[in-house]
């Protein structure tokens, strides 16, 4: 009988397969997939080397909106965690940790031991990874405010570690950001004490500026930038304005309106060699910027943090689809009185959120023909208000209701409390984290003699997004655990380690579990049968 094991400390693949230097791990791959064509199925295999650079470079991340809730709370919880802070609340004494964060949080399955024990580690055991306690935090914000008393505005941390926090983050102080007007809300206006001036090229050209001084001050080896700022509503796709690479740079240049401010620091980023990632719902990446990162071979990710409702959905509708059963409406209301709700309460920017939370469940329905006709999707409605008293803990209601066995309905009430920036912050982490990572690894196919980096849009960080950024011809994945389960797979080909399955079929037959030892006694995970 098998139990639950888990491997805390570091620990090295024997395989001919996998093979340690100074500077790389470098792994034999085969990588199969299983190829439809018409009536015939065929096995596909491609051989393939996995190259992961062992060292981790010292990294800047510099956020756009850092004096924001989430901003402010990104760099308290990694001072907190760093000085190993700990705080009384009214249930007890906390401690710093970083719950909610995929890469540093959760754990995965490595193999089994010799008596058939599933063994864990951390999931930040897998390969060399960035640590948020190591990471050099700087970013701008339209907002002046330093970031311990945003941390006071933002009412997201107790009061007890905040008091704890407030020497280490009074001094940190925004650098001036770009504001366009046009495209957040009016509201957002009375907070805009710390903007730049001048036109659209100049703006991006002092961007440029403080990304290689924050660069040079720090003495860093790679600088990530990061959007939590206000949602933009979206930019209107235009031809010879945004559609592909030398417009976006000319549009800059003449000062066009449909260039957000965004697209601005996402073309200052790739330009200067920085990955750039958006967490909000607006199309900051038009074609334009895409085409300018393939040029530059610059990663971009995005679109808008996956953190609460809609993580609840994509494993919700996952569920029911994958069970046969088929929702057919789903009714998605949520209320918060953060800035980023009041920023939501105009109209625009909420279609920008509508358009990111209405997509998430797209590629689940469309998996699944004996429950839909093709075009065939759920009533699907997402309704946002903004109620100051409630701050940054968002209520989000849901209703799904769908169709069962011989014409009966089910339906699935569902209430959530979310402590929006509490979510949001962890997410942050790992999306710098695993961007990082992928900056270290490249492949190469057999047959082949250079290496090959990841395609600059890089889809692997979908599961902490909402609206995944794909490369064109690549599909759109919204399941979950499908998406935790590429980051987990991926991190198993760099050490040459098969991909995880759940066929467990030592335990399916009576001669493979009379062959597992028992030495051992099982633990109270053990399930008798």
């Not at 639950?4 to 570091?10: I, S």
């Not at 066929?503 to 633990?523: G, I, K, Q």
Request: one cysteine or more; hydrophobic letters at 35%.
């Amino acid at each position: 009988m098998s139990s639950y094991k888990n491997l805390d400390g570091q620990f090295t693949v024997e395989s001919d397969s996998c093979k340690y230097t100074d500077d790389a791990i470098i792994a034999d791959y085969s990588y199969e997939t299983t190829i439809v064509e018409g009536n015939t199925v065929k096995p596909s295999a491609l051989k393939m080397q996995f190259k992961t650079e062992r060292k981790v470079g010292k990294t800047g991340v510099m956020l756009v909106g850092l004096g924001g809730n989430n901003g402010c709370t990104c760099v308290a919880g990694a001072i907190a965690n760093k000085l190993g802070l700990t705080w009384e609340t009214k249930e007890g004494t906390q401690k710093s940790n970083y719950w909610g964060s995929l890469l540093l949080a959760s754990t995965v399955k490595l193999g089994n031991d010799r008596q058939g024990n599933s063994v864990y580690t951390p999931m930040s055991n897998m390969l060399p990874l960035l640590k948020p306690n190591d990471i050099v935090w700087g970013g701008w914000d339209i907002n002046g405010t330093n970031l311990g008393d945003a941390m006071k505005r933002s009412k997201v941390l107790d009061y007890d570690l905040q008091s704890k926090l407030y020497p280490h983050m009074k001094d940190i102080k925004p650098l001036p950001s770009i504001y366009f007007p046009d495209f957040i809300a009016a509201n957002q206006g009375e907070r805009a004490d710390n903007v730049l001036t001048g036109t659209k090229q100049e703006q991006m050209e002092q961007i440029r500026k403080d990304i290689r001084d924050f660069k040079a001050k720090n003495e860093l080896d790679q600088v990530i930038l990061l959007w939590t700022a206000n949602t933009e509503r979206f930019s209107a796709v235009e031809e010879g304005v945004n559609d592909n690479a030398e417009n976006i740079l000319s549009s800059i240049e003449m000062g066009e309106a449909e260039v957000s401010a965004s697209t601005v620091f996402a073309v200052a980023s790739i330009l200067e060699g920085c990955t750039f990632i958006n967490g909000s719902p607006q199309n900051t990446f038009v074609p334009g910027v895409v085409e300018l990162a393939r040029q530059k071979k610059v990663f971009i990710a995005g679109d808008d943090f996956k953190s609460g409702q809609t993580k609840m959905k994509s494993v919700m509708v996952d569920f029911l689809v994958s069970a046969g059963i088929k929702p057919v409406s789903i009714v998605s209301y949520n209320h918060l009185g953060n800035n980023d709700g009041k920023n939501l309460s105009a109209p625009s920017q909420f279609r920008s959120k509508e358009i990111s939370k209405s997509n998430v469940v797209d590629d689940m329905v469309a998996s699944n023909r004996i429950l839909f006709e093709e075009d065939e999707h759920p009533d699907h409605v997402v309704v946002i208000k903004y109620v100051p008293y409630v701050a940054d803990s968002k209520r989000a209601m849901d209703e799904y209701t769908s169709e069962i066995f011989m014409g009966g309905k089910n339906t699935i009430a569902m209430h959530n409390t979310c402590e929006d920036s509490l979510l949001a912050t962890p997410l942050i982490y790992d999306l710098v984290i695993l961007g990082e990572l992928c900056q270290r690894v490249q492949v190469k196919k057999e047959g082949e003699t250079e290496w090959e980096s990841f395609h600059p849009v890089l889809s692997l960080l979908s599961y902490m997004l909402k609206a995944p950024l794909v490369p064109n011809g690549a599909p759109v994945v919204n399941a979950l655990f499908t998406q935790r389960c590429a980051i987990v797979n991926l991190m198993r080909a760099c050490l040459g380690l098969a991909p995880d399955n759940h066929m467990t079929l030592e335990h399916r037959f009576e001669s493979t579990l009379a062959a597992l030892s028992t030495d051992e006694p099982a633990n109270k995970k053990m399930r008798l049968g």
